[in-house]
């Protein structure tokens, strides 16, 4: 049996004044699903360095579009895909079209701005990509996973 979720979609203005309302949403939603403050500012810098790129590139100058955030709330993860078309999608369809990324893909996409795909892979737990039509990536925060100090002592976050 698949296991269950919550799903909250938004759909935005192709404008980074928006990056910030991502960012308190994406805190709340996190918070809620009982991530650390750890998780929480990891998965913010990541949301938004994909946000950001959808923004920039997405568009040309003169075009307007709109950008689509999902957030699918597990019991013990949350998964956010970003999608820069705006268009309005089903959440288990986009999951099974998903696939990783390769090095290659770092080459053309998310690199302005910052690192890019690498920076999100390093923060997010795991990180999906589609290119057609336009850009969608998924990247999943594992809640509640043991994490190990820099001493070795293992810590659980709850």
Excluded: C, W
């Excluded at 999608?83 to 079209?97: I, L, M, P, R, T």
């Amino acid at each position: 049996m698949p296991q269950q979720y919550d799903y909250i979609e938004m759909k935005f203005p192709s404008s980074a004044e928006y990056v910030g309302l991502i960012r308190l949403t994406l805190s709340g939603v996190l918070s809620r699903a009982g991530a650390s403050y750890d998780q929480i500012e990891d998965s913010k810098i990541a949301v938004s360095e994909a946000v950001t790129n959808a923004v920039k590139h997405a568009y040309g100058e003169d075009e307007t579009g709109e950008v689509l955030i999902g957030f699918a709330v597990y019991s013990d993860k949350v998964e956010i895909i970003v999608a820069d078309h705006g268009q309005s999608f089903n959440y288990e369809a986009v999951k099974e079209e998903l696939g990783p990324y390769s090095e290659d893909d770092n080459v053309n996409y998310l690199r302005e701005g910052g690192l890019g795909l690498f920076l999100i892979e390093t923060l997010m737990d795991e990180v999906y990509l589609k290119k057609d039509p336009g850009v969608t990536i998924s990247m999943t925060k594992f809640i509640n996973e043991s994490q190990v100090h820099l001493n070795g002592e293992t810590i659980v976050n709850r």
